[in-house]
């Protein structure tokens, strides 16, 4: 099997007492599109400035193509990094920002010019050769940005949070771009951000990030709907969470609960063992009918409805269960749909649709 | 209604008023009295009222003070070029470093500016003179036989300005290097630059303009310095200062000191003018 793009083995970075990296393991095969999501100050960009080799590790390994790197400077790494502040040169102009890493290769002048323009194209910045940084917006820098990392043809691709400073419209343009562009080039790249909406449409995998330790790696799919701990399941999408004691031992993968709503059967899912876990719900698999309106084999708890917000597709109805506690449901919104506050119902859920963590 | 309307602009006309009035009685007014006592005819410190540009031919043929006038702008000059080099890469250090001791060193750097000129000055005569501590070094070591006259001389001027105007330099360079996005120079490290070319080709540029700041800095108080020149120079290293000084209390010649006075600001101001063109266009 081929080496991966990239690979970090137990990484540590510590300032001071305080690890910001604490032992990260990762691996990128080649091609792939690895999000590290997590909120701000998780480490994100420390793990991203050990592997372009700003910061050096204060023990772990960090291979390229096979190659320990850990010792190299950052300009014999060959990679392509966006800086969350795009840090493009503002004293050169857009042509010679991109041709930057080329003349530092030696690349010939007529090489260059031939690279530079097709990497200007490559961002739809065709014609902008002779624009200073100061006279571009926003999302044309990010693009020369982009165009400065990939002119190179590095090993890797790293970004760190390159959408966060542009406007909503933009961003959601640029998500798409980027993808596209990074699948038709088919470059390994790392991707940093804190926005689960980037994560989830642009990945091929995400490992969720928490204090300087990777709590889950794994598709989009697996880390929405699979998540191997509490802090995962809430970072991600929202998500009802009950407590439960496990009542019996579990068959066939699924185990018969008892909660402060009432009884339950859920997917086993991350825990291991224990009595005390944790059943998750996503609201749009949780759903609403009349009293005794529940299929069969479906968990169904009564519930009073508390509000009823609507937010266009969707309602977003906010539950109070038997116990007191809260939920949420989310229905879509059919036209045919009459909730009044205060009124009685059934909340109801499909087994397989309920995932149990383990619980804190 | 009107009346507030009318009343508001008259605060800010007296804010303005008064640091005004300030420079017109502090230095429009004499620096307009030097400038027209430098044309005028006179009898020692009687002035006679005649136009004249006799003052200034006479400055300018005179090869003692046409060489004071070029020495001054010499030291001035490698007063400002040491000042930058040295200055640069401490600078870089206080800013970058990340020791606990960031603090402390900056201060210590900026300690030149809290010991008094003339004690200062002193320590560099006790160093340099005839019996001072490079002499007495030099000698024991065997490298000379002969104590070397260090003093006076432009040299020792020019040491004495650099080590008073260091601070100067490290303040400008490290305002403008605060200013450098440290992210661009790791843009051009993962783009494939040494360190040396990530300087050369983002760094200094970037900062370009902080070093013709503590140049013109250094450059405009070496030239016009007084208290240096006098005490680490002697009648052979005579500056505009000096000169200017001579000429207003021991020879109360004012109208040459006047016209020396001029030269001195108009061919500072000119230089500053210029050297400000060359540092506001951008290098690279
Ligand atoms: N140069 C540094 N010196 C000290 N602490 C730092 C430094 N860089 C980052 N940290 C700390 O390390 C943690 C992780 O930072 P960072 O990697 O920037 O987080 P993220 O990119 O995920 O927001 C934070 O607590 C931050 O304060
Ligand atoms: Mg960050």
Known sequence: ????????????KRFGAHAAVDGVDLAVALGEFV??????????????????????????????????????????????MVFQDYALFPHMSVADNVAFGLKMRGVSREETATRVAEALSLVKLDGFDARRPNQLSGGQRQRVALARAL???????????????????????????????????GIATVFVTHDQDEALTMSDR???????RIEQIGTPAEIYERPATRFVASFIGSINIVPAKVAEVP?????????????????????????????????ERLKLAEA????????????????????????????????????????????????????????????????????? | MIAAVQSRPIVPFLLVLLPAAFL????????????????IESDGVIMTGVWTTQNYADLLSRPLYRQAILRTFLIGIAVGVIVIVLSYPLAYFLVRTTSPWRGFLIALSLSPLLASVIVRTYGWWVILNREGAVNTALLSIGIIDQPLTLLPSSMAITIGLSHA????????????????????????????????????????????????????????????????PAILGGPGTQVMATLIRNFMVQALDWALGSAMGAILLVSSIALLLITSALGGRRVG
């Open chain 2, 165 to 228: 105007l260091l601070p100067y330099g490290v303040l400008t360079i490290m305002a403008s290097l605060n200013g450098l996005n440290p992210n661009i120079e790791r843009a051009a490290m993962s783009l494939g630059a040494g360190r040396i070319r990530t300087f050369l080709t983002v760094t200094l540029p970037l900062t370009w303009p902080g070093i013709v700041g503590g140049f013109l800095l250094a450059f405009a108080i070496a030239i016009s310095a007084y208290a240096t």
């Open chain 1, 206 to 212: 995400i490992a969720v990030m928490s204090e300087g």
């Open chain 1, 251 to 283: 068959v066939n993968g699924f185990a018969r609960l008892e909660t402060p709503a009432g009884p339950a059967i859920a997917h086993v899912g991350s825990a291991s063992s224990g009595r005390s876990v944790m059943l998750t719900i996503r609201p």
């Open chain 1, 151 to 185: 002119v190179i043809r590095p090993a890797m691709l790293l970004l760190d949070e390159p959408l966060s400073n542009l406007d909503l419209k933009l961003r959601e343009e640029m998500r798409g771009e980027i993808s596209a562009l990074q699948r038709r080039l």
């Open chain 1, 35 to 80: 999000t590290l999501l997590g909120p701000s100050g998780c480490g994100k960009t420390t793990t991203l400035n050990l592997i372009a080799g700003f910061l050096a590790p204060d023990s772990g390994f960090i291979a390229l193509n096979g190659r320990l790197v850990q010792d190299l400077p950052p300009f014999k790494r060959d990679l392509g």
């Open chain 1, 292 to 360: 005794g309106g529940a299929p069969a084999g479906a968990v169904a708890w009564s519930a009073r409805v508390v509000r009823v917000v609507y937010t266009g597709a969707r309602l977003e109805v906010q539950l109070r269960l038997a116990d007191g506690s809260e939920a949420v449901a989310e229905a879509t919104n059919d036209g045919r749909t009459s909730l009044g506050e205060g009124q009685g119902i059934v909340a109801w859920f499909r087994p397989e649709d309920a995932w149990i963590i383990a619980g804190a």
């Open chain 2, 24 to 39: 017109l009685f502090f230095f429009v007014i004499p620096t307009a009295f030097l400038l027209s006592a430098s044309f």
């Open chain 1, 1 to 12: 099997m081929a080496d991966p793009a990239l690979r970090l083995q137990a990484l540590v």
